[in-house]
């Protein structure tokens, strides 16, 4: 906050995350300045016009989450490092570290993180696919992200994630996810509508699941203590506590 007051102009972006448990006019109030909400085209297009501005001015950005795990924000202070323009970077809690800490799942068991993109009449890549089914395998949890439609700023729900998931079963047939995998379902992490669900695909497409703004995530080999946290933390069924080895 006290950093925010500090400066002359602040511009605030939510592309891929929005801000949780607040809005950008209760943030003005308690740093007493205004904020400008741009686009993320205008942070991809207008970068150098952000640039050449904090030349001369003490200029704030503001996004939700971590911002660094943006490329468009890592090339826009790049741009200002060429133009050997200071920055002082505030770290933000990011899905990658937020989705397995509420889950109860270890952070180090994670293996490649996969984006789901929007199914479309005549596109269904098979990447995803077998990316996660590289990481069960190899016995490691899978994050899989959501895609978001920039033109009408719509996320994908989580609902259609599993569908996307079960319709790549069904055509690729590589053995990645039946009726019986267990799933999980974090939707608004960190604020106070956060919701935690795990069960199986068609038992989740029944239930709600707090969406938007979800991440899904195919466990591979739980830990015991993992399979009760999700039993504890995210509902999921007990019968997954059956044959844990306890170490």
């Not at 009408?152 to 996307?164: D, P």
């Not at 703004?213 to 997954?240: D, Q, R, W, Y």
Request: contains cysteine.
């Amino acid at each position: 906050m006290a950093a925010l007051r500090e400066c002359d102009k602040i511009y605030a972006e939510f592309y891929t995350s929005t801000l949780i448990g607040t809005d950008v006019g209760d943030l003005e109030k308690a740093i007493g300045k205004k904020i400008e909400v741009i686009h993320r085209h205008q942070v991809e297009e207008g970068g150098e016009e952000l640039v050449s501005e904090a030349k001369d001015k003490r200029i704030g950005f503001i996004t939700a989450g971590d911002t660094m795990a943006a490329t468009t924000h890592v090339d826009l202070r790049i741009q200002a490092a060429i133009e050997e323009i200071p920055v002082r970077l505030f770290h933000g809690i990011s899905v990658f570290s937020a989705c397995p800490s509420s889950l109860g799942l270890q952070p180090y068991k994670f293996g490649r993180t996969v984006t789901l993109p929007f199914l479309e009449t005549d596109y269904h890549p098979q990447s995803p696919y077998d990316n996660i089914m590289e990481n069960k395998i190899r016995g490691l949890h899978s994050m899989i992200l959501l895609d978001i439609r920039a033109e009408q700023l719509r996320y994908m729900t989580a609902k259609e994630g599993i569908e996307w998931l079960l319709k790549g079963e069904e055509k690729w047939q590589g053995g990645l996810i039946d009726d019986s995998t267990l799933l999980c379902v974090a939707s608004k992490l960190g604020s106070k509508d956060q919701k935690l669900v795990a069960g199986y695909p068609r038992d989740l497409l029944r239930m709600d699941l707090g969406e938007p703004l979800s991440t899904i995530v195919l466990p591979g080999n739980l830990h015991f203590m993992e399979a009760h946290a999700l039993v504890f933390f995210a509902g999921a069924p007990e019968e997954i506590l059956k044959d844990q080895p306890e170490h």
